[in-house]
């Protein structure tokens, strides 16, 4: 659990953002999170041009022990969507922080940019949700 | 293997066959030659003993509450007593046509009228509709009463229903079926609701809450007063969901904690059998201000006959969820069981329901295993984590899950649910007895002791069964579920 990414951010309902050079975020869930959910099976992504708000459920993983819906951690309009991970949901479990990724958002309000954990306080989080 | 590959071309099967004799062929001369097949039905060709042998070779494979101890937790798989068999297929009853005209109906509008008065007595409810066919269909007509009663009051803000996260799936599924949005509440360290993030969730948004009690972590909600205090408050309704309803038979009532609109799973609490997915019974019961949504066809019964309640009688009622008056053969089932049992006899259920699973989880307990919320007393069912088990020797509630298949058991529900980390559900039922218990707690310690000699084993598991592990994720991805015959 010591190997997340450090440089980018997280959410207490696991997953992290990690900010592009075009100021534009990119959205995924976390290692943590895939391998609680196991194998998956079945991913839906927003589409481009939505407008999401924090907190909103935008995206779903399904994996063959359940379905979870995944949470904006900010908010904006979906600026891409990653159609691999639609194809092929395996690479959600395969490649969580880089090939895995779900979305891509331009974010609209820069506050919630404060709401977001670091790499340290989310992998306490996880550490514990672990034990 | 499918019957359709049993089958040999141009076999006959004479002594089955439809004979001119005997008069067995209808004249088809009247019908107009489009109606008419120009190629022979493509049926089995196998004889009567294939037949029988490849169905019963088929059901061996099967695991059921006939033949195994099924603590599948939340399921309620229950014995279902030969008797209600028996009665509900009295020629009387099983010769009615749904269609009979009411005054020559009386024996089963009879049956229907008591059933819907014992599930109010029981649920404290103020009025009972037999009518929707499932449980999924009762909590969808529940849910849609409450839509109707906030919209007959042009209370047209209220978009959203509260569910907790340890809710059934159906709950949330029911919500967005019926226009809402749901929305989670999370549950505390101890099982119960999360007050302080209710009372931040609700709002002139809400239109009500989805929970069941017990709950699914097998523990009794113990705040109930407040949260139906902080609902109503707020405008909303209260939804039971009966999926644990065998937990409180005749010792504490729905009605009574608050509740606005219940329904009951017949298969589950009133040991109907549950079929193969079907068919079931979803009765629903109402408070008062629910009253006029009832869905019909019910029966009312004016001292001397008994009636059947439709749109006339009832212009707001949410209407109909079946062709008459649900699945009468289920419904007679529950009937017969309900007046076998007794008002003794369904306090009797909730307390060796109880029982059972208290004995079972202080046992297992002793054998090493952990439970989700060890300070708390079970209900009905009881929730094991084997969190410890995988992190220590890599062995999952999936593997135990499997390999209690090979000692001849069903496995509980795995996985669910989802905020317990490799969790077991278990519901020992009622109607088990502790012989039966004991043989269980016996194959759980002897597969801990498995993991620890020799855990790949158990990830193996199972091993005597005709499938072995079966790739879930595989058949997930590649859904194929048509066999095609080939030409």
């Known amino acids: ?131 | 293997m499918l019957i359709f590959q049993h089958s040999v071309d141009q076999r006959r099967n004479p002594s089955q066959s439809p004979s001119e004799s005997a008069g067995e062929i209808a004249d088809i001369s009247d019908l107009p030659l489009s109606c008419l097949r120009d190629a022979p039905p493509k049926l089995p060709a196998v004889s009567e003993m294939q037949t029988v042998r490849h169905y019963t070779q088929l059901s061996q494979k099967n695991f059921s509450i006939d033949t195994q101890f099924y603590p599948l937790g939340s399921c309620t798989m229950k014995y279902n007593p030969r008797a209600c068999n028996k009665y509900a297929m009295l020629p009387g009853l099983l010769r009615k046509h749904p269609l009979t005209p009411a005054k020559h109906n009386q024996g089963t509008l009879t049956c229907f009228y008591e059933l819907q008065e014992m599930l109010k007595d029981i649920t404290g409810m103020k009025e009972v509709s037999l009518s929707p066919m499932a449980g999924a269909q009762g909590e969808f007509a529940g849910v849609a009463m409450i839509r109707a009663y906030h919209d007959a009051r042009n209370d047209d803000v209220r978009s959203e229903i509260l569910v907790p996260d340890a809710a059934h799936g159906t709950n949330p599924a029911t919500a967005v079926m019926c226009g809402y949005k749901a929305r989670e509440i999370p549950t505390d360290k101890n099982g119960d609701v999360d007050l302080d993030a209710l009372r931040a969730a609700v709002g002139p948004q809400t239109a009500g809450i989805m929970l069941t009690n017990p709950s699914t972590l097998g523990v009794f909600e113990r705040k109930i007063a407040e949260i139906a205090q902080i609902i109503h408050e707020a405008g909303g309704l209260l939804y039971y969901d009966g999926a644990n309803l065998n937990a409180i038979l005749g010792k504490v009532r729905p009605g009574d904690m608050g509740f606005d609109v219940i329904h009951m799973n017949l298969h589950k609490t009133f040991s109907t059998p549950h079929g193969g997915g079907g068919p079931g019974a979803g009765p629903v019961g109402v408070s008062e201000r629910l009253v006029p949504y009832l869905p019909v066809p019910f029966v009312a019964y004016d001292g001397k006959s008994y009636s059947v309640v439709t749109e006339k009688e009832r212009p707001d009622t949410i209407g109909r969820l079946s062709a008459h008056m649900g699945n009468t053969g289920v419904l007679l089932r529950a009937y017969i069981y309900a007046r076998l049992l007794g008002a003794d006899g369904m306090i009797r259920v909730a307390d060796y329901a109880t029982l059972n699973a208290n004995y079972m989880m202080t046992r297992l307990k002793e054998k090493g295993f952990d439970m989700a919320y060890p300070e708390r007393r079970a209900t009905h069912e009881f929730i094991l984590t084997l969190k410890k088990q995988a992190k220590e020797l890599g062995v999952t509630a999936m593997d135990i899950a499997k390999r209690l298949l090979d000692y001849g058991f069903h496995a509980p529900t795995t996985y669910f649910p989802l905020l317990v980390p490799e969790c077991f559900l278990i519901e020992p039922t009622e109607t088990e007895s502790q012989y039966e218990l004991d043989a269980f707690i016996e194959a759980m310690a002897e597969i801990l002791q498995e993991c620890h000699r020799d855990a790949e084993m158990v990830k193996a598991s199972p091993h005597t069964l005709p499938v072995r592990r079966l790739d879930d994720v595989r058949a997930a991805r590649q859904l194929d579920l048509v066999w095609k015959q080939s030409t």
């Open chain 1, 1 to 131: 659990m010591s190997d997340i990414p450090t440089q980018i951010k997280y959410t207490k309902s696991h997953e992290w953002v990690e900010t592009l050079e075009d100021g534009n975020v990119r959205i995924g869930i976390t290692d943590h999170a895939q391998d609680l959910l196991g194998d998956m099976v079945f991913v839906e992504l927003p589409e481009v041009g939505d407008e999401i708000s924090a907190g909103e459920e935008c995206a779903v993983v399904e994996s063959v022990k359940a379905a979870s819906d995944v949470y904006s951690p900010l908010s904006g309009e979906v600026t891409a969507v990653n159609e691999t991970v639609a194809e092929a949901p395996e690479t959600v479990n395969q490649s969580p922080y880089e090939n895995g990724w779900l979305f891509e958002l331009k974010p609209s309000v820069n506050t919630e940019f404060d709401d977001l954990l670091d790499a340290d306080t989310y992998n306490k989080l996880a550490e514990e949700d672990s034990h």
